[in-house]
């Protein structure tokens, strides 16, 4: 036989793994039900029995202990089995073996060893009949309902095994989902704000100077934490600070804003460059497009029931056809998703006269 062969036995556990599941399956449940059901069946024949009940008793809980132990024992060995010889069949004939034997055992015990003396005592043989009779009946029953109990206790483990898996599974997909969406948010931030730059240097402005120093210091602070997941809304809240500085630089007299978000949100779990890209939408979309400019406002609240709402308005040239089905907002959307869960929302509505209003709501 080959060393390939589907029928190469596997090696056998060690005795230190063996004993310890057999210990294991002794379960406090298992022995009490052997020794109930012992105690039982000493009751129901102690009418028919010349024997005192205590004796009985002990000779009943002797039995049906030991059949338990029978039973453990030959589900930890062998470990490795034919196909066509199924363990709990095993179990079943040790068990049915095991009654009448230790039935036997006790009553030899009783009779010093004399197997003679037992089989011409005729209260003894009927005695045993009764004991290992009733054994017989009942006790290839309970190991069927024992294997059945532990076959299904297994296949709830082996389910909740493979769902831990598939969470485990979701969530690593969902954090690559995330670096993938954040990494599109990055360069499309970057390359927006080189454009706006570039505009200067080619009008020649004498505000590309220091927008380009004012950019390289923003850039050397957000970099680093751009795939920070432990980020929160006052991190962000520099950023935009940084960044709407940097606008207003390069359109002074076009572009005013406001900051006022209540401190006690500052410390809320936020997604990196979430709120960069509704304040970079808001000029690219509202401000930029303005023939007077305009002014953006961020603010925020928490309400009665947990959520948190926060918002950038802006006072720009309003909702139109480009504005929500950009990179920037799609991939927000679904950041969102991913970071809150499916109740978090962003929604965008026309102010009034003119502008937008874009608005982050989710609970932590």
Known sequence: MTSGSP???????????????FVGSLSARRVALALALGALAAVLLDPIFIT???????????????????????GQWPRSLPRWLARWFLQVVAVVLTVPLATLLVYLVSVGGDVAVLLRSEGRVLGFLWIAGSGLLVAPLLAMGALYRQRDTEARNQALRFELERSELERRALDARLRLLQAQVEPHFLFNTLANIRAL???????????????????????PRLHDETSNLSDELGLVRSYLELMHLRMPDRLSYAIDLPASLHRLRFPP?????????????GIDPSEVGGRIELGGEQGGDGRVRIWCSDSGVGLTQSVGSGTGLRNLRERLLM?????????????????????IEFKP
């Open 52 to 74: 005192p009940l205590s004796v009985l008793l002990g000779r009943t809980l002797f039995v049906a202990l030991l059949g338990l132990l029978a039973f453990s024992a030959v």
């Open 273 to 285: 460059m979430a709120l960069l890209t509704l304040v970079e939408n808001a000029v690219r979309h």
């Open 339 to 359: 970071f809150y869960g499916s109740d978090a929302r962003l929604d965008l509505t026309e102010n009034q006269p003119h502008g937008l209003r874009a608005e």
């Open 7 to 21: 029928s190469t036995p596997l090696p056998l556990p060690s005795h230190r793994e063996a004993w310890q599941g």
């Open 201 to 223: 240097v080619e009008t020649g402005s004498p505000q590309a100077a220091p927008v380009l120093r004012s950019l390289i210091s923003y850039l050397r602070a957000a970099m």
